[in-house]
């Protein structure tokens, strides 16, 4: 008989090897180049100087520092200005270049989860105009929504093999009098954070190592093309997302594991609008009162729109 221990590990017994060959999905870096070289469009580099981290399945990816284009959300804009704000500020702190572009239009990803999208061309093609808006200025997108980056990842999976929907978004971009343009990496602005962790805490000024976090890792951030989200085997074991914990530990921040961590915030788009009681009751009973109850934080962090407000409000 085999020990039921052999086959059902904890998972910090686990180890999760990182291999590039295991990825769910090709590296559509080589896509995007060879569909570069043929004429479908053109990709726009990362600039330097960036930084280089390692995704889910040892995949690099490229973070640019500065010369930054700032996709804001809807959501951050509306509810919480001051998220927006203080990315900026980051930014002037540490005396990087960056643009608040005023041409920007919703990624309207709400409208695609919450099950009331018009089509594939005219989702693909709000992508592709705000990508094209970032290049025409020099500086390369950063996303600071979750559900945009999550939702523009999906859409550079569906452009790279879908030929036809490629010149249904071209002629759509035609129109607009813009060129098809696509980044060489779609970059979410906790990634640049946690890129630029270590020059963050070179500028602490207060203690935090009296702090205790929980994490809730935002779901359109690391559950949507899983393979494309930083992980670090010093997090967990590489076994989930690092862009948020490893920021807190890298400013002296104590941050407490509880076992609902993978768990939606409660938020789930369509379930905030016609089943808001169910959202709330989530929210409080599978993730504010399991922290509470199995870490006690003094805070918990999160790096999305949705959670941010679902969590607080739902408190």
């Not at 052999?6 to 180890?15: I, S």
């Not at 919450?114 to 990508?131: H, L, Y």
């Not at 979410?188 to 994490?215: C, F, G, L, N, P």
Request: proline share 5%; aromatic share 10%; glycine share 6%.
């Amino acid at each position: 008989m085999i020990p039921a221990e052999t086959l059902v590990k904890k998972a910090k017994d686990r180890e999760f090897v990182r291999d590039p060959g295991n990825a769910p999905t090709e590296d559509f870096h080589d896509i995007l180049f060879q569909l570069e070289k043929e004429g479908e469009w053109e990709v726009q580099r990362v600039p330097e100087p960036y930084i280089e981290v390692e995704t889910k399945y040892g995949r690099k990816k490229k973070i640019p520092l500065e010369h930054t284009w700032h996709h804001k959300s809807c959501g951050q804009c509306g509810h919480i200005p001051g998220y927006s704000t203080s990315i900026f500020w980051l930014n002037r702190k540490l005396g990087f270049d960056y643009i608040d572009p005023t041409d920007q239009t919703s990624c309207t990803a709400w409208n695609y989860y919450a099950s009331a999208t018009s089509n594939a061309p005219a989702q693909a093609a709000v992508a592709m105009r705000n990508f094209a808006a970032a290049e025409e200025t020099g500086y390369f997108p950063i996303i600071h929504c979750g559900t945009s980056f999550g939702h523009y990842k999906e859409v550079r999976q569906e452009l790279i093999h879908s030929p036809e929907l490629r010149r249904q978004v071209r002629e759509i971009m035609a129109k607009l009098g813009k060129k098809l343009v696509i980044p060489e990496e779609i970059v979410h602005y906790s990634e640049w954070v946690y890129a630029i962790r270590d020059r963050i805490a070179e500028h602490q000024v207060r203690k935090m190592d009296h702090i205790r976090a929980t994490v809730h890792p935002a779901c359109h951030y690391h559950k949507l093309v899983t393979e494309d989200a930083i992980y670090d085997p010093e997090i967990y074991g590489a076994q989930r997302t690092a862009v948020i914990t490893g920021t807190l530990q890298a400013l002296g921040v104590e941050v407490a594991d509880y076992s609902t961590w993978y768990d939606c915030c409660g938020f789930g788009f369509r379930h905030i609008l016609v089943s808001r009681d169910f959202s709330r009751s989530f929210a409080t009973q599978r993730k504010i009162e399991i922290m509470k109850q199995e870490a006690n934080p003094d805070i918990t962090v999160t790096h999305d729109t949705g959670c941010v407000t679902t969590l607080d409000q739902s408190q």
